[in-house]
T-cell receptor, first 113, second 114 residues
Framework: GDSVTQMEGPVTLSEEAFLTINCTYT??????LFWYVQYPGEGLQLLLK?????DKGSNKGFEATYRKETTSFHLEKGSVQVSDSAVYFC????????????FGSGTKLNVKP | DVKVTQSSRYLVKRTGEKVFLECVQD?????MFWYRQDPGLGLRLIYF???????EKGDIPEGYSVSREKKERFSLILESASTNQTSMYLC?????????????FGPGTRLTVT
């Protein structure tokens, strides 16, 4: 069945460091891929998405490229800020099973000043 | 902007009480979802609904039921609350017939069962 695997956290970085959070997926068909962010005490909000192979999603300095050959959608940011501290979730959706979404387990990012 | 609203941000209930969590979306989405989120366990799907009066069990449906009488509203019911149902509950909605659009989340309800 469809699933998403992302690296375990927490990830602790100093401000201005480079960030990578790994995400790989298993899916039949052609899924869309998403990164969501959750700030403390809030619901999830969309960070970026890519709907077909080789697409690059980007937002607020974060980027991720849909790699079909490696079934990956790694999240990157060149220079993190303290305000990026949050939990990040990788997710996929596919039209089998009524467009149900599949989420990774989440990666907590702590950025220290 | 799409809005998904949940009836309460914080709720405290006693063991054995019947608890209703309400979720409303204004985007005319066919799909609605209930998740619970616990530290270290990520998001776990409780139930989802792909149309009015239609529902499917998710990964952890035991102890929960749902109701979808109108397209915009999806209710989660704890028939007899127990302390192990203390958690953050998140509602979400999405289109059913296109996978290119994201799932939209409400702000969450933090439920404490004492």
């Amino acid at each position: 069945g469809d699933s998403v695997t992302q690296m375990e956290g927490p990830v602790t970085l100093s401000e201005e460091a480079f960030l990578t959070i790994n995400c790989t997926y298993t899916a039949t068909g052609y899924p869309s891929l998403f990164w969501y962010v959750q700030y403390p005490g809030e619901g999830l909000q969309l960070l970026l998405k890519a709907t077909k192979a080789d697409d690059k999603g980007s937002n607020k300095g974060f980027e991720a490229t849909y790699r079909k050959e490696t079934t990956s959608f790694h999240l990157e940011k060149g220079s993190v800020q303290v305000s990026d501290s949050a939990v990040y979730f990788c997710a996929l959706s596919a039209l089998n099973n009524f467009n149900k979404f599949y989420f990774g387990s989440g990666t907590k990012l702590n950025v220290k000043p | 902007d799409v809005k998904v609203t949940q009836s309460s941000r914080y709720l405290v209930k006693r063991t054995g009480e019947k608890v209703f969590l309400e979720c409303v979306q204004d985007m005319d989405h066919e799909n609605m979802f209930w998740y619970r989120q616990d530290p270290g366990l990520g998001l776990r799907l409780i139930y989802f609904s792909y149309d009015v009066k239609m529902k499917e069990k998710g990964d952890i449906p035991e102890g929960y039921s749902v109701s979808r009488e109108k397209k915009e509203r999806f209710s989660l019911i704890l028939e007899s609350a127990s302390t192990n149902q203390t958690s953050m509950y998140l509602c979400a909605s999405s289109y059913r017939d296109s996978s290119v659009y994201e799932q939209y989340f409400g702000p969450g309800t933090r439920l404490t069962v004492t």
